[in-house]
């Protein structure tokens, strides 16, 4: 193969977290597995670029930081082979403190460059990891770069920053490195589903191709496809140690980072003369290594394959190891539960493991209760006649008991009971013997002058209320002292009842001053 200048590239952004120290282990793993002697500078003092290969910096013994801050270290001795054809030049925390340490240098912007230049010809392919800023560290890394490679996202706000880098780039083209240029833009993260992906891509696209042959620092750079998908095993792989090819060597992203190695090579390799039949492709002893390393994975998975695979001998070579696992494990004891007797109360916690159910209890259904005898209904009132028949009073000498009379809630005073409205409750004993009470003479109340035109009576209302005794006033006594009353079933109602008389037995003479007397004269008046 012609000997060919190496390709020293620094990947740089100055925008944290956009896949800077991912790109760099895989692009350069992916030309290390096409054979190209490969070297990996870690300028970040968080030392990711190491850790991924799975080189711990604080143990490793010399590292960038003494290749820069002493001036007699030899930087081979700070190299380690990590893979075939892939060489790490591993940083270190104390990395942070080499700025201030380096700040009386003349020219400490070039130290790097000056101690490469000792192993400039054993390599191919440099790849630089810079710091996200513009520090001593990265300038370093820029004066010993020919390119500048950008990872990015692609997405507006990336595209503002990639304005400003190539800014610095301008700026440092004019003094510290004039041979610098813009390589191009490494889309990382890549959604291609997302119609705001793919005009950031068009705009990237346009951009370059306008300033082809403007002399610019990025004449020439272009978006190196293809861009790399989002990708979980690409977030994975470093915590394990390992490449994405180690790791997971035919996911989405160890394939976008093959494919994007072999053109890195390709299109350098092409720029140099090299022929187009072997540009970009593995070296015979690095397709001997792809086509062993190939053919161990196949076995693999054959024999993956076949261990999943159901055929006779593995179903009897799966019945057997489950009698093996059956037979070796002990035989649970079963409890069992006692049969209750009328005499056990309750089992012992040494005889039952279960407790005996509790007996169900009968359940009997309560007696209905003897309904009691429904009281009767009590005697309703009689209605009152429209018009009542003249009563003659009683004789004064007449003796009889009173029956126990109930008192209605009348307007007027009365002076005597009916005895149908006497008549005791029917739910109550009647009274074996009835006490006999001596009436006394009372003055008897005045009757009523009727006129001759008298008015309609007027019908009497119920009210919601128990209904009300109506009594009747009883008219003056006729000659005869032994008169005999009429009962009020055979009163007939008149249409003019005659006018009653006072008899010549009458005790005293009316009252004209009575209520009921002047009651008669204004309604006869």
Not at 148 to 162: E, R, S
Not at 170 to 198: A, D, F
Not at 379 to 389: C, F, M, R, V
Not at 479 to 485: D, F, G, K, W
Request: net charge positive; with cysteine.
């Amino acid at each position: 193969m012609t000997q060919i200048p190496p390709r020293i590239s620094a990947l740089l952004n100055q925008k944290g977290g956009v896949g800077k120290t991912t790109s760099t282990v895989s692009i350069g793993a992916a030309i290390a597995l096409l054979g190209r002697r490969t070297l990996l500078i870690d300028l970040d003092p968080q030392a990711h670029l190491s850790l991924h290969l799975g080189v711990d910096g604080s143990s490793v013994g010399k590292t960038v930081y003494d290749a820069l801050v002493e001036p007699d270290c030899d930087i081979r001795d700070c190299l380690v082979q990590v893979r075939d054809n892939l060489w790490l030049l591993p940083s270190t925390t104390d990395l942070a403190g080499a700025e201030t340490e380096l700040a009386a240098h003349p020219d400490r912007n070039r130290i790097l460059r000056e101690r490469f230049e000792e192993i400039r010809g054993e390599f191919d392919f440099v790849l630089i990891d810079c710091p996200p800023s513009l520090s001593v560290l990265t300038l370093n890394g820029l004066c010993l770069a020919d390119e500048v490679v950008v990872p990015m996202q692609a997405q507006f706000l990336a595209m503002q920053g990639l304005t400003k880098l190539l800014e610095t780039v301008e700026i440092l083209t004019q003094s510290l490195n004039p041979t610098l240029k813009v390589g191009g833009v490494v889309l990382c993260m890549h959604e291609t589903q997302t119609s705001h992906s793919r005009e950031v891509v068009q705009e990237l696209a346009g951009f370059f191709d306008e300033h082809v042959g403007s002399g610019m620092p990025w004449d020439g750079a272009k978006v190196f496809m293809p861009a790399v998908r989002r990708n979980i095993k690409l977030a994975e792989a470093p915590s394990f140690g390992q490449t994405i090819f180690d790791y997971a060597p035919w996911c989405p992203g160890a394939i976008d980072y093959r494919a994007l190695g072999e053109r890195f090579v390709r299109d350098w390799e092409l720029a140099h003369g090299v022929d187009a039949s072997i540009a970009g492709k593995p070296t015979p002893a690095a397709a001997a290594l792809a086509a062993a390393a190939a053919a161990s994975a196949a076995a693999a998975a054959a024999a993956a394959v076949q261990a999943s695979r159901f055929t006779p001998e593995t179903a009897a070579a799966a019945r057997a190891a489950k009698a093996a696992r059956t037979s070796s494990r002990p035989t649970p004891s079963v409890p069992t539960t006692p049969v209750a007797t009328p005499h056990a109360k309750r089992p012992t916690p040494a005889a039952a493991a279960v407790p005996a159910p509790a007996p169900i209890a009968e359940v009997k259904p309560i007696p209905a209760k003897k309904p009691l005898p429904a009281a009767p209904a009590p005697a309703a009132a009689p209605a009152p006649a429209p018009t009542t028949a003249p009563t003659p009073a009683p004789s004064a000498t007449a003796k009889k008991p009173t029956p126990k009379a109930s008192i209605a809630p009348a307007a007027a005073p009365t002076s005597a009971t009916p005895a149908s409205l006497a008549e005791p409750r029917a739910d109550k004993k009647p009274a074996t013997k009835a006490k006999p009470t001596t009436t006394v003479a009372a003055t008897p109340v005045p009757p009523k002058a009727v006129p001759s035109n008298p008015a309609p009576p007027k019908a009497v209302q119920s009210n919601p209320a128990p209904p009300k005794a109506v009594l009747s006033i009883p008219a003056p006594p006729k000659a005869s002292a032994t008169a005999t009353p009429i009962p009020s079933s055979a009163a007939k109602p008149s249409a003019a009842p005659a006018a009653s008389q006072h008899s010549d037995a009458d005790p005293e003479p009316v009252d004209p001053s009575h209520p009921f007397r002047a009651a008669t004269r204004v309604r006869g008046s």
